[in-house]
């Protein structure tokens, strides 16, 4: 009897050593990403808590979370195993903030000035219901056994799409969505932020206020080789600068996104590995280095946030997009725009249309072409944050494609040669989620 209890002794002490040395230094960022997940989900898409855990949080580890939503203070805390509790705060305008303790929520804060489109036009360039319309050219029956083939069966959890969005020359020709979602509900892009963070750039290179070809403006790199590093670098993820991006450990990305207060200093204080323009290397810190330079262009707070959507998001009418701040108060340019599939769909289509909307230059044609064209070291995968088929990744899809690519399979692929934009989001990526399949059958419902 004795041996059998010394043996469950160690049995159990072996386990406890298993759980120190494997999970509990991840609990900080497990139950960070669940409070997170669960403020933004509930509070800026309606979710229920059981929901999310059922559908957002059901990954790996991230399911050892217990969470729990406060309605009236508009927060949300999670924890593992009564572990390391994390906070995430609900403020109107602004979405969810994971937070620490050092952060004052009783402190005033600013949200952006925001317009909705009104001009009484039908989707896509108003927000009024899409006109009905019919191409002659599109096999219909093929188009939504195409779609239909995206989403799993009910109960099914093997493709995991929520929603897909069609438009072909200008004009909704199809769209469908999962159980509990429909065309209003807003849905996290990840890391297709990146490609907003881009456009505003954009704006501001069109009206003349930044060089992206000049040295980085941070003085905090001035007396070392980063002085060196171009903005045209940060856009093309060829800095040089050192990063680590790898969601299946603690790492550079998962340490900014679930625990920095100032997500841009990240990579800001990062050393220089390689010379700029000489190694490709996939950073969301430095599109969150991005968001801050951008910042660093404005005199106020209110004019960086108020920048964001008066010269773009609402600009063409993604009013339904929120983009979350950090705790400093800087938009979390690599992964935290929310919006519908519909809105997003108006982003590609602004893309499409090479950066013309409804007769309104937002971005000059040189930046669409400049965004679509291979880095040179990132063997034609990457222009400057948005993804590229020129390499035939997909390869029944046409190479000119580029699009936004976002974590568990958010994709806004805009293909000029065929003039559609496809928007898929889910839960599921490449290669679990066949795109080359799903492109491919849409595609192949227009006939030449």
């Known amino acids: 009897m004795k041996k059998i209890i010394k043996l469950l002794a160690l049995v159990l002490v072996l386990i406890i ?17 669940s409070a997170k997940s669960i403020a933004s989900g509930h509070f800026l898409d309606n979710r229920s808590k059981e929901l999310i855990e059922k559908t957002d949080n059901d990954i790996n580890l991230i399911d050892l979370a217990a969470n729990t939503i406060d309605e009236a203070g508009k927060f949300a805390t999670s924890n593992v195993y009564g572990l390391k509790e994390r906070k995430a705060i609900y403020r109107e305008g602004l979405g969810a903030t994971l937070i620490n303790d ?11 000035k925001r317009t909705k489109l009104e001009n009484n036009l039908s ?30 069966r009910l109960g099914g959890k093997s493709k995991r799409t929520r929603a897909v969005v069609v438009l072909y020359k200008n004009k909704l020709i199809a769209e469908k969505y999962d159980i509990n979602f429909n065309k209003d509900s807003r849905i996290l892009g990840w890391s297709m932020t990146k490609s907003i963070t881009s456009s505003a750039f954009g704006v501001l290179a069109k009206q003349g206020k930044i060089d992206i070809n000049k040295p980085a403006p941070i003085a905090e790199w001035q007396k070392d080789e980063r002085k060196k590093i171009t903005i045209n670098d940060l856009l093309h993820m060829n800095s040089g600068l050192e990063w680590e991006e790898n969601y299946n450990t603690i790492c550079d990305a998962t340490k900014m996104l679930f625990l920095a207060a100032d997500m841009g200093k990240v990579q800001l204080d990062k050393p220089a590995q390689f010379k700029p323009n000489t190694h490709w290397n996939y950073s969301s810190g430095t599109t969150n280095l991005l968001s801050l330079i951008l910042k660093r262009q404005f005199k106020t707070q209110q004019e960086y ?14 009013n339904s997009m929120i983009v979350e701040q950090d705790m400093s108060g800087t938009f979390i340019g690599s992964s935290y725009a929310w919006a519908t599939p519909r809105d997003w769909s108006k982003f590609g289509l602004l893309y499409l249309n090479k950066g013309n909307w409804n007769g309104d230059q937002i971005l000059d044609e040189s930046w669409i072409k400049y965004t679509s064209a291979p880095t040179n070291t990132s063997e034609g995968r990457y222009g400057a944050q948005f993804w590229l088929n020129a390499a035939g990744k997909f390869p029944d899809v046409p190479r000119d494609m580029f699009y936004c690519n976002g974590f568990q399979g958010q994709m806004v692929a805009i293909i000029p040669s065929l003039d559609m934009v496809i928007v898929r989001m889910g839960l599921k990526e490449d290669p679990a989620f066949d795109f080359n399949g799903f492109l491919k059958g849409i595609i192949g419902s227009v006939k030449n």
């Open 123 to 152: 989707f896509p360039y108003g927000n009024n219901e899409p006109t009905d319309t019919v191409f002659s050219n599109i096999d219909y029956s093929k188009l939504k056994k195409a779609i239909d083939n995206a989403f799993d």
């Open 102 to 112: 050092d952060f004052d929520v009783s402190k005033p804060y600013l949200v952006p």
């Open 305 to 318: 946030l108020d920048f964001w959507y008066s010269a773009l998001i609402d600009k063409i009418g993604m």
């Open 17 to 33: 050593l298993y759980f120190g040395f494997t999970t509990y230094p991840k609990l900080d960022l497990i139950s960070g990403f």
